[in-house]
C-alpha cells in the first residue's frame, strides 16, 4: 500500500493580533482580553502539529490535536467574551502556522483543500487522523494543502462549497 512519507514540522507560531482581530472582526481589544487570548495560545500550543507529506511535491498538514477542542469547548462554555474568540484563536493559531512553515502562502487568499484520495487517506490515518470523502478532516481545526503552494480556487476540492465564493455571488 502506497503512502506519502511523513516528515514533522517544527514550528512557532507567534500571535498575530492583526489575524485574529480580521477574523473576529474586533477593531480593538482591552488589555484583560489581550492576556486572556495569549493565555488560550498557551494553552493551545502543546497541541499544535505539522507534517509535510512526501518530498518535493506533496502536502502539508497543520492541525490542533483533539484535546486542544477540550479546551476551547470549556472556554466556549463560559459564555464569555473570551468563551466566544476561543475558535478565532484556534484559527489565528492554524494562519500562523501556515505562514510561517510556507511563507508564500501569505501571497493567496485560501489553502485550497487537496481532493481526498486512498493514498492521502493512508498517509494521514500514520498521524491518528481520517480525510472524509467530504474533504473534512477528523479534527476540527486543521488544515490541508498542497505543496508547492499555490493558491488557486480551482484546484480547491471544496470550490463547489466555498464560504467565500458563496458569499462573493451574493
Known amino acids: 500500500m502506497k503512502k506519502f512519507p511523513l516528515s514533522p514540522v517544527q514550528i512557532t507560531p507567534y500571535f498575530d493580533l492583526e489575524t485574529f482581530m480580521i477574523l473576529s472582526g474586533q477593531r480593538r481589544i482591552s488589555g484583560e482580553q489581550a492576556k486572556e487570548i495569549e493565555h488560550l495560545w498557551q494553552q493551545l500550543f502543546p497541541h499544535l502539529r505539522a507534517y509535510?507529506?512526501?518530498?518535493?511535491?506533496?502536502?502539508?498538514?497543520?492541525?490542533l490535536k483533539p484535546e486542544a477542542e477540550e479546551t476551547l469547548l470549556q472556554e466556549q462554555a463560559s459564555s464569555s467574551e473570551q468563551g466566544h474568540?476561543?475558535?478565532l484563536v484556534?484559527?489565528?493559531?492554524?494562519?500562523?502556522a501556515l505562514l510561517e512553515s510556507v511563507p508564500e502562502a501569505s501571497l493567496g487568499d485560501c489553502a485550497p483543500v487537496p481532493e481526498p484520495n486512498k493514498i492521502l487517506k493512508r498517509s494521514l490515518?500514520?498521524?491518528?487522523?481520517e480525510f472524509f470523502s467530504s474533504g473534512q478532516l477528523s479534527v476540527q481545526y486543521a488544515l490541508l494543502t498542497k505543496?508547492?503552494?499555490?493558491?488557486d480556487c480551482q484546484e480547491c476540492f471544496l470550490k463547489a462549497s466555498c464560504p467565500?465564493?458563496?458569499?462573493?455571488?451574493?
Open 52 to 63: 509535510r507529506l512526501g518530498q518535493n511535491k506533496g502536502y502539508i498538514l497543520i492541525y
Open 85 to 87: 474568540n476561543a475558535p
Open 90 to 96: 484556534a484559527q489565528s493559531m492554524l494562519m500562523a
Open 125 to 129: 490515518a500514520d498521524v491518528g487522523l
Open 147 to 151: 505543496l508547492p503552494f499555490r493558491s
Open 164 to 170: 467565500k465564493k458563496i458569499m462573493e455571488g451574493n
